[in-house]
């Protein structure tokens, strides 16, 4: 049973067709990877299964329950996280405050609660710290935890939006570029954390990438996007010998 | 509580007593601004809009009604916390630059609206409001203010509010209901620009059309601006330099407005971020642990 | 009657829509609300008045002698207030440095004129003629083919000139246009001078069409020009020429067939249901938004 399953999703822009019938079945606790050239519709795919844009066309099923048109914070309420290709945090909210204002707001303590200090307010604020220690501790970045976000390096902000994108316990993570501006080891590391991520959490990792080593090494299945159309989709060994994605994208490196 | 205005009264001179009591007021509707826009990046440009419909509610029903004060306070902001809910929702559809246009339009019309007033007095406004409004009450009020802004800034409620402020596309990503926090945070700025509203119609016992008008949706913005969005100390600082500083000036008497527009000018040349803009407790601390540092690393 | 009315807002309206223009422009540019258009306007009456009191000029001369004046005011204020902020810091800074440039325009012309109003000799004979059912002032008329031409000339200047064309470059992309070798002060301050030229005309003909100046009269005049900008949709030069005259009729006419005492909402009222229904104004572009 997938997690994800979109059927038939096409996204336009004043005419200018970005996804163009896209159907994809993510399985659950899988890493699954979508790769293409520039343009091909990835990060229009990912705004549209976080509801940042509604699609045109098509369905979209997650975990069974139809979200398409649902707004952002609705579909990320319901188990979806998700990092940006160009990095967006909260830039002038310490790392702590990143990570804790992502947390689970389904059942968060309200207006009053909050201003008048109840127990549940109480309750949740230790309850929030501690989980967002305790990731920020996962990713490293616990000496930093009381810095500014824009203070951060590079590679310290990818984590940190990992970080964020995880209290909250998504059952998807969608990951835009991780690897973006990494170095080599950097690259390793990386992999390395999405595989105990995945392993650790139990949840299921959708990620667009660039780099191509990365990408057949942990990905489990791809799907390959060519000007907002899935041109193939199989196993990382499956993928490098088809004939249309070497003729459509990899034949430029191969 | 009597015993303390009667020795306050006592020893400040009343000059600088009214303007402990006006800075005292500023401070409130600056803090409410503060929510709106510092906080929560939503530029009102409207707040005596708030501030009018405050007082003259809060007038009204102690002049006409002759309800007790308290009543009169809470009708005053009741009645501006739902405006800025009405205000709040064009928020959702509009960003910066046309929200505040939005918000000047806002005030214009309520200025106009009581310009044409009849209970209200038309364009000669309403005298004879009781004098209500005392030193410790304003204390005591705005330290309730204080208090509670501060525990709502500091609670994961206000850091989302920053968070709309910083990234809203993050911020829905997160599962912050960016849409709800925008108009809460008109519907509290409006709240205590309508206190601030009633309190000075209070303490001035007389209003008029004219004491509301777009100079001073711009005297309220100028302190948030001042002091550093989304800052407490700031707002409080802001609300108390731009409140005296214009008492000083009066003797330089028609230069006043020359000055304090040079200045506003001049401020945002230097100090574009406020005076207190992005500073922290924490990052004080550190700089001073940082410079003790320097030594042994050189 | 109707016919009338319609005319006047005409009227009115051209005069909002030649200073909607300046906010717009610099908009398009620089993405500000230069609040201090409103006091260019203020001291183009007031430079005309000088003109016309004290020289004893014709109002074509005073016109001219106006937009001069106020080119180079213009171009100061961007130059002191607005100048050394670009690019370096919130966009809530430079909007609050231009309510200070505002500020201290107004005070300054109330120190050197009063706070009084002031009239306009007679410069014009106020002959009028009957167009049908109209009565048509020589005033209105001025006002009108001056406001026309000195529009159509903009589109011109802006659609086939040399600084036209890197005008239009720069509010696409002002960051791109200077890597491409524009120079990007020298296009500001052209954009600041224009508009400025265009404000001034508006306030030397307002001044003697209703016969009244005073430093304040820039304040209301200008917050409502920029509300005609964002009615046409901001950085949209036929879209403020729209909102102005659409604003002026409205205003007429509200005023003719509601009320006069709620002459000052009127377009406010308007701005407001018109954004909540098209939030990018009338004529401006639906932006996307970027993720």
Redesign the interface.
Same mark, same amino acid.
């Given at each position: 049973m997938p997690v994800l399953e979109l059927r038939g999703i096409s996204q336009e822009f004043g005419g200018l067709r970005a996804l163009d019938g896209i159907d994809l079945q993510v399985p659950r606790h899988a890493i699954f990877g979508i790769i293409g050239p520039n343009g091909a519709g990835k990060t229009t795919l990912f705004n549209v299964i976080?509801?940042?844009y509604p699609p045109t066309e098509g369905q979209l099923l997650f975990q069974q329950q139809p979200i398409a048109s649902w707004?952002?914070?609705k579909v %990320?309420?319901l188990g979806v996280?998700?990092t940006?290709q160009n990095i967006?945090?909260?830039?002038?909210?310490?790392v702590l405050?990143n990570v804790?204002?992502? %947390?689970?707001?389904?059942r968060?303590?309200?207006?009053w609660a909050?201003?008048?200090?109840l127990p549940s307010?109480s309750r949740?604020?230790k309850h929030?710290q501690e989980k967002a220690e305790a990731l920020i501790d996962m990713l490293g970045l616990y000496d930093k935890r009381?810095e500014y976000a824009q203070s951060l390096s590079y590679g310290e902000q990818r984590r940190l939006e990992i970080a964020? %994108?995880l209290i %909250?316990e998504p059952s998807l993570l969608l990951l835009d570029e991780p690897a973006a501006g990494m170095n080599s080891s950097e690259k390793i590391e990386l992999m390395d954390l999405i595989w105990k991520i995945r392993d650790d959490m139990q949840l299921t990792i959708l990620l667009v990438e660039h780099d191509m080593h990365l990408v057949m090494s942990i990905c489990e299945q791809i799907a390959v996007l060519d000007y907002g159309r899935k041109i193939a989709e199989g196993r990382p060994e499956q993928i490098k010998s088809d004939p249309r994605v070497i003729q459509s994208y990899l034949g430029v490196e191969a | 509580m009597r015993f303390l205005e009667q020795w306050i009264t006592q020893i400040i001179d009343p000059y600088y007593l009214r303007i402990i009591i006006l800075v005292g007021i500023n401070i409130i509707m600056a803090l409410g601004l503060n929510i709106t826009?510092g906080v929560t990046g939503q530029?009102s440009m409207g707040h005596a809009g708030f501030m009018s419909l405050g007082a003259y509610t809060s007038a009204i029903v102690s002049l006409k009604m002759g309800a007790p004060f308290w009543m009169a306070l809470l009708a005053g902001s009741t009645i501006a916390a739902v405006f800025g809910f009405i205000i709040g929702l064009?928020a959702l559809?509009?960003e $910066?630059?046309?929200l505040?246009? =939005?918000t000047?339009?806002?005030a /214009?019309?309520v200025r =106009?609206?009581f310009?044409?007033f009849e209970p209200g007095g038309k364009a000669v406004g309403l005298s004879g409001i009781p004098q209500e409004t005392s030193f410790t009450l304003v204390l005591l009020i705005t330290l309730v203010v204080i208090f509670?802004t501060q525990?709502?800034l500091s609670?994961?409620? $206000?850091?989302?509010m920053?968070?709309v402020r /910083?990234?809203e596309?993050?911020?829905?990503?997160? $599962?912050?209901?960016?849409?709800h926090l925008k108009v809460?945070s008109f519907v509290l700025g409006a709240f205590l620009g309508g206190l601030g509203g009633a309190l000075y119609a209070h303490y001035m016992y007389y209003i008029s059309p004219q004491d509301f008008d777009?100079?001073r949706s711009?005297e309220i +913005?100028?302190m948030v =601006? +001042?002091g550093g969005?989304?800052s407490i100390p700031g707002s409080i600082l802001g609300a108390a330099i731009l409140t005296i500083l214009p008492e000083m000036l009066r003797v330089v008497a028609?230069?006043r407005?020359?000055f304090?527009?040079?200045?506003? =000018?001049l401020?945002?040349?230097f100090r574009?971020?406020g005076l207190f803009g992005?500073m922290r407790v924490?990052d004080l601390i550190k700089t001073r642990r940082a410079k003790g540092e320097k030594p042994c690393q050189s | 009657m109707i016919w009338q009315q319609l005319l006047n807002g005409l009227t009115l309206g051209s005069t909002y829509a030649l200073i909607a223009l300046g906010y717009t422009m610099v908009?398009g540019i620089v993405?500000l609300?230069n609040f201090a258009h409103g006091e260019i306007y203020m001291v183009g009456a007031f430079v005309g008045l000088f003109l016309v009191t004290v020289w004893d000029a014709n109002l074509a001369v005073a016109m001219l002698g106006a937009m001069a004046v106020c080119m180079l005011l213009g171009v100061l204020v961007e130059r002191? *207030?607005y100048r &050394? @902020?670009r690019g370096? #810091? !919130?966009?809530? !800074?430079?909007?609050? #440095?231009a @309510?200070?440039? !505002?500020?201290?325009?107004s005070? @300054?012309m *109330?120190?050197i004129a009063g706070v009084n109003t002031r009239r306009y000799p007679a410069v014009q004979d106020v002959g009028s003629y009957a167009l049908g059912p109209v009565q048509l002032s020589s005033m209105q008329v001025i006002i009108l083919l001056v406001s026309a031409a000195l529009m159509i000339g903009l589109q011109f200047l802006v659609a086939h000139t040399r600084i036209g064309k890197a005008m239009r470059a720069c509010s696409q992309d002002l960051d791109a246009s200077a890597l491409m070798g524009i120079n990007v002060n020298r296009v500001i301050s052209y954009t600041f001078a224009i508009g400025s030229a265009l404000a001034a005309a508006g306030g030397v003909m307002v001044g003697v069409y209703y016969n009244a100046v005073w430093p304040y009269m820039g304040?209301?005049a200008g @917050?409502k020009a920029?509300?005609a900008a964002?009615l046409g949709g901001?950085g949209s030069i036929p879209g403020a020429m729209l909102g102005g005259l659409t604003l002026g009729i409205l205003e007429i006419m509200g005023v003719a067939y509601i009320s006069s !005492?709620?002459?000052?909402?009127i377009?406010?009222?308007i701005?407001?249901i018109v954004?909540?229904i098209r &939030?990018q104004g009338i004529l401006g572009e639906k932006i996307n938004?970027k993720?």
């Open positions: 976080t509801g940042i707004s952002s914070h %990320a309420r996280g998700r940006f967006r945090l909260f830039n002038r909210l310490s405050d804790k204002v992502a %947390a689970n707001w389904n968060s303590a309200g207006f909050s201003i008048l200090g307010y949740e604020q929030c009381m964020r %994108a %909250a | 826009t530029l064009p559809r509009l $910066g630059d046309y505040a246009i =939005v000047i339009g806002f /214009e019309i =106009v609206f310009l044409n509670f525990r709502l609670s994961r409620l $206000g850091k989302a920053y968070a /910083e990234n596309i993050a911020a829905e990503a997160c $599962g912050i209901n960016t849409t809460l777009f100079m711009i +913005l100028n =601006v +001042l969005l989304g028609e230069y407005m020359l304090y527009g040079a200045l506003l =000018v401020l945002m040349i574009p971020n992005d924490y | 908009y993405q609300i002191i *207030a &050394p @902020l370096k #810091s !919130s966009r809530l !800074s430079p909007l609050i #440095s @309510l200070g440039a !505002s500020i201290f325009l005070t @300054l *109330a120190l304040t209301l @917050l920029f509300a964002v901001i !005492s709620f002459k000052d909402a377009a406010f009222g701005l407001i954004l909540i &939030p938004k993720v």
